[in-house]
């Protein structure tokens, strides 16, 4: 991690000023140049997941648009069109008000600006949201591990994920990304009531908001045992970050006419509920041992393969608070009863099992990285476009 900033720094030791001899790349503001190699691996990822999933929708099925905004995407679109219900309701499919609010209030933003309509406005703001996340992801990996380990991390997140799709659909998942990014981003540079903003935003968008939460309070703990005189601002910003997540749930219970009724909703229209990871193990065992479906195999595999990555990432040189954060997506996503198809997606927003694999990429050599990162993101996109045209469930 030394090393990280230590590049990080060398990098950035010369003048922005353009001298005699500059280019006109030289006169662009030095934020903008960092941004540029993530944008690259967005416009680049996008366009191939967009390949992959518009070859493999079948003729005369869904168009590419019904595609992304599939499932939680319609849901999306119905609460920027329409706001959300009032009360409680018996549909098995479930109620709006389990989804959280900031995303489709982007949407509706977005459609009030353009014009466009809610559907194209959702994905519109999934994929600002995605480019926004890759470039905040890298530059916080960057300051942690030095720029080369940083883009690889960004493409393997961008492509290589088994649900990597989800980002560009009409899901909120890259808008939590981009915002739980941001919020440890800040954290690392200290600017503690930007990461506490970032954070409340951030649990306003997804429930998963409780691993920043945590990732901000072990920020904190080390800088306010440190500091003299008391520093308020890190506490504070745990308190805002605090503040998203119960707030809406508050705002669910009052709109539904009792308080528990956002837990009541997750568990009447997706028998979601908090079991210790019960399901989730007991899924493992089933499937390992009897399984004979390829997606259940292929997702326990693969969720087996991410906590091995994530076990890895436990040493000393790892950043406590992505480690946090990165744990706390695992633990949220596979310790509740969800359905065990929606955990691939669940976790994608995690980051920090991508680590291990970037930084020994960082250490291969071009033609090992070609390889590895190309068949990487081949499968990535194929898994996830297979995900939403020929499996008949949920992600």
Not at 167 to 181: K, R, T
Request: aromatic share 10%; glycine share 10%; hydrophobic share 55%.
């Amino acid at each position: 991690m030394a090393d990280g900033r230590r590049e990080s720094e060398l990098a950035g030791a010369g003048s922005d000023a353009a001298g005699p001899s500059s280019t006109p790349w030289d006169r662009v503001p030095r934020t903008a140049r960092r941004a540029c190699p993530a944008l690259l691996v967005y416009g680049v990822a996008t366009l191939l997941h967009l390949v992959i999933l518009t070859a493999m929708i079948p003729p005369g099925g869904p168009s590419l648009r019904d595609r992304l905004l599939a499932w939680d995407g319609l849901r999306y679109t119905q609460i920027a069109s329409n706001g959300y219900p009032h009360g409680l309701t018996d549909d098995p499919a479930g109620s709006n008000l389990a989804f959280f609010p900031l995303f489709p209030l982007l949407a509706r933003a977005v459609h009030a600006v353009t014009g466009l309509d809610y559907g194209m406005a959702v994905i519109v703001t999934a994929n600002l949201a995605f480019a926004a996340a890759l470039v905040i992801c890298d530059l916080l990996l960057t300051r942690l591990y030095g720029r080369r380990t940083a883009l690889i991390a960004v493409v393997l997140l961008a492509t290589a994920q088994p649900m990597a799709v989800v980002f560009g659909m009409g899901y909120s998942e890259a808008l939590f990304l981009a915002l739980a990014a941001g919020s440890l981003l800040a954290a690392h540079r200290n600017a503690w009531l930007t990461a506490g903003t970032l954070g409340l935003l951030a649990g306003l968008t997804r429930p998963a908001a409780v691993a920043v939460v945590a990732a901000l309070a072990v920020a904190v703990v080390p800088y306010v045992v440190r500091s003299r005189p008391f520093a308020w601002r890190p506490v504070a910003a745990v308190a805002l970050a605090c503040c998203g997540m119960p707030l809406y749930l508050w705002w669910v219970g009052r709109r539904a006419g009792r308080p528990d009724a956002w837990f009541v909703l997750q568990r009447s229209g997706w028998n979601t509920y908090w079991d210790y990871g019960r399901s989730f193990i007991g899924f493992l065992g089933l499937t390992l041992t009897r399984g004979d479906g390829w997606v259940a195999v292929s997702a326990a595999v693969l969720l087996l393969g991410l906590l091995t990555a994530t076990a890895l990432t436990w040493r000393r040189d790892t950043w406590p608070p992505l480690l946090v954060y990165g744990v706390g997506i695992l633990v949220t996503a596979l310790g509740q009863s969800s359905y065990y198809h929606c955990k691939l997606r669940l976790v994608i927003t995690a980051v920090l099992f991508v680590v291990p694999l970037a930084r020994a990429l960082s250490r291969a050599s071009l033609g090992t990285n070609a390889l590895v990162l190309s068949t990487g993101a081949l499968f990535g996109c194929w898994y996830g476009a297979y995900m939403l045209t020929a499996w008949h469930y949920g992600i």
